[in-house]
């Protein structure tokens, strides 16, 4: 057998469970004839938002991103399978608040997905200011950019990395989520987050990595032979992604919305499975060569924290309820992390970055035992 490309490889045979497919009716009713803005359109994730929104018909696409390459290509993507689609394409980093509030309010979209993220673990442990810029300062640009222009609907795409992180990456995204959440207002634009684990196939995920790595003869490398984690393909994301969004306009459902991801999957099954479909035997044809835990990875990832509990939502979606949703994000602290985090000071930001995780999953003892009663209940 020859070399599986990416593009030739069906994902769907590397679950551990069926693959996920819901309402398509609904997200159709809210897209058709919708103005719709995305940003990190370049990304894996963004890109697929943007060719089924197109497909769904939006009445507008605005597209996104601080990468002039992806910007270009999803662009004339989009332009050459969606020939008479209005849309737009600005190049603009997230950072920029006052820029990137301009041309949102221009666009004046009905609702805004924003994918835009710096995602890599071990790259946002050594670039903690980086990361708080985009992924915290970046994220509050959007959905005050978004509820400027008077946007319906807008979904932040986060991550089980948020939950419990260790790292700086994930610490960022769970940031991210409270600093939209907090941004709910009575009437106004409808905020949701919505989390889910790793893609299959997407950039700068394992399956390319694995297959580059087959293809040169290996080895393939994972960094715990016991490491674990959960798996969707990219468009059960898009599902998702689009589905929360249907969920929050027609049923007024605000907060986390999580995917039913099944149990998790072993990277080196995962390898093995990879190696056999190139017709070649695990550890004989292809060694598999653990290299050691990177900084900030985890061994197991989970859906929920400490202050969650979950409740269904629809088939194959759960609604993540959080006991302490009223902890804020201070004003004063986000200025104050936002000049260090333009200054690069590094240390100072990741100091900061975790003094205010601690608050959101720390809670007043009084809530405790609510929080057991209502795990107790959801059992």
Known sequence: MGAVTLREMDFNELLARPPVYLDRERVRQLITGKRVLVTGAGGSIGSEICRQVAELSCSH???VDNSEFSLFKIDQEVGD?????????RLC???????????????????VFHAAALKHVPLMEAHPADSALTNVIGSANVVDAAIAAGARNFVLI?????V????????TKRLAERAVCQRRREGGTHINVVRFGNVLGSAGSVVPTFLDQIARGGPVTLTHPDIERYFMTIPEAVQLVLHATAKSAFDKVAGVLVLDMGKPVRIIDLAR????????????????????????EKMTESLFDVTETARPCDPGVMEVVDHNADVRLPDPAMRTLETAARAGEDDSVREMIFDLLKALRTFPDKKISSLKSATTSAK
């Open 273 to 296: 499975r990879l190696i056999e479909l190139h017709g070649k035997t695990p550890g004989v044809d292809i060694e598999i060569r653990v290299t050691g835990l990177r900084p900030g």
């Open 61 to 63: 696409l605005a597209i």
């Open 164 to 171: 419990d992180p260790p790292n700086v990456m994930g610490a």
């Open 93 to 111: 980093d997230i950072r920029d608040g006052r820029r990137l509030t301009r041309f949102v309010v221009a666009e004046a979209p009905d609702i």
């Open 158 to 162: 986060s991550t089980d990395k948020a």
């Open 81 to 89: 399978m969606f020939p008479t689609l209005s849309r737009s394409a």
